[in-house]
């Protein structure tokens, strides 16, 4: 009997990690998936690059530049990960 319940358990988890792993692959299908955006912080700086993924808080960044206020466009080296929480609007620029 108690070797059910843990089988039982197992196969829950199990899938449960398939949906979670499904439901990131169809997120990332969302708008502005791998399309080139602006992100604009709250802080002033903007981000532009390609949006990988978005998972729970974080935004994921490839290709991004840092755009400052008075100076040039940076390369950043790398995935850029950003919070939600810091950023105040999101533009698809293509």
Do not use: K
């Not at 439901?23 to 998936?33: E, H, K, T």
């Not at 400052?68 to 533009?91: A, C, I, S, T």
Request: charge should be positive; charged fraction near 20%; proline fraction near 3%.
């Amino acid at each position: 009997m108690a070797e059910l319940v843990v089988l039982s358990l197992a196969l829950l988890f199990l899938a449960a990690g398939v949906g979670v792993h499904v439901y990131d692959r169809v997120s990332a299908l969302r708008v502005g998936a791998r399309r080139r955006v602006l992100v604009q912080l709250h802080s002033g700086r903007a981000f532009t690059g390609v949006q990988w993924r978005r998972r729970g808080r974080l935004l994921v960044l490839r290709g991004a530049e840092l755009l400052e206020p008075n100076n040039q466009p940076q390369p950043m080296d790398g995935e850029v990960v950003l919070d939600r929480g810091d950023v105040e609007y999101v533009q698809v620029a293509g």
